[in-house]
């Protein structure tokens, strides 16, 4: 009985792990930083359960659901662009990218928005514990989001250049894009939707 020997996958369709290594080191740091920053939220919640409560009611979840759906948006737009970059279509990962990327300047100019509604009301910074978090974790998400414009930026230039195109270049401006979308659905459900 002969052994017939399977075919074997060529090296490029080998699977690897997506984005460049020391991002990954970047990203699971930043998921350390952040969860910090949640578990002391909850433990300023848990002592002042009403002061939260009622604070919150000055946020208005529309805002908070369509900068959700503006980042999910986002990602959707940019795994595509992944995708297209991947099987060589250049073009189309380069709208795709450009796509995303007005979602997220759509994200910032709502949370703009926001910000100064809640300054003119007198919701600022030192107001209580509660808003205290609130524009600690939205500006530091923010500035998040202003990073990941800038390497969205850098993929798109990346996806212009076809001799010197790299896929793990692209790949890593979406890892990160992922992970500024993963931690506003936390900052969110915190913030806006915790009760």
């Known amino acids: 009985m002969a052994l017939v020997e399977r075919p074997r996958k060529p090296a490029d369709a080998a699977p690897h792990l997506p984005a460049d290594g020391g991002m990954w080191v970047f ?3 930043d998921l350390v930083i952040f969860s ?3 578990v002391i939220f909850m433990i300023y919640r848990a002592q002042q359960p009403e002061l939260f409560l009622a604070s919150q009611q000055h ?3 529309n805002f908070g659901v369509i900068n959700t759906l503006a980042l999910l948006t986002s990602s959707w737009f940019i795994a595509r662009s992944v995708l297209a970059a991947r099987v060589g279509d250049s073009c189309r990962a380069m709208k795709l990218t450009l796509c995303g990327g007005l979602c ?3 994200f910032i100019a709502i949370k703009a928005f926001e ?3 809640k300054i003119s009301q007198g919701l600022t ?3 209580n514990d509660f808003f205290m978090f609130y524009y600690l974790l939205t500006g530091v998400h923010l500035f998040h989001v202003a990073l990941g414009l800038v390497f969205l930026g850098v993929n ?3 996806l212009r250049n076809p001799q010197g195109r790299r896929i793990s270049m692209v790949e890593t401006g979406a890892m990160y894009w992922h992970l500024v979308d993963m931690l506003w659905i936390v ?3 915190l913030l806006y939707v915790l009760r």
């Open 27 to 29: 990203v699971l740091g």
């Open 36 to 38: 910090s920053y949640f």
């Open 59 to 61: 946020l208005s979840i």
């Open 104 to 106: 997220g300047v759509l």
């Open 115 to 117: 910000w100064s509604a």
């Open 125 to 127: 910074f030192g107001s």
């Open 156 to 158: 798109y230039f990346e």
């Open 187 to 189: 900052i969110f459900t």
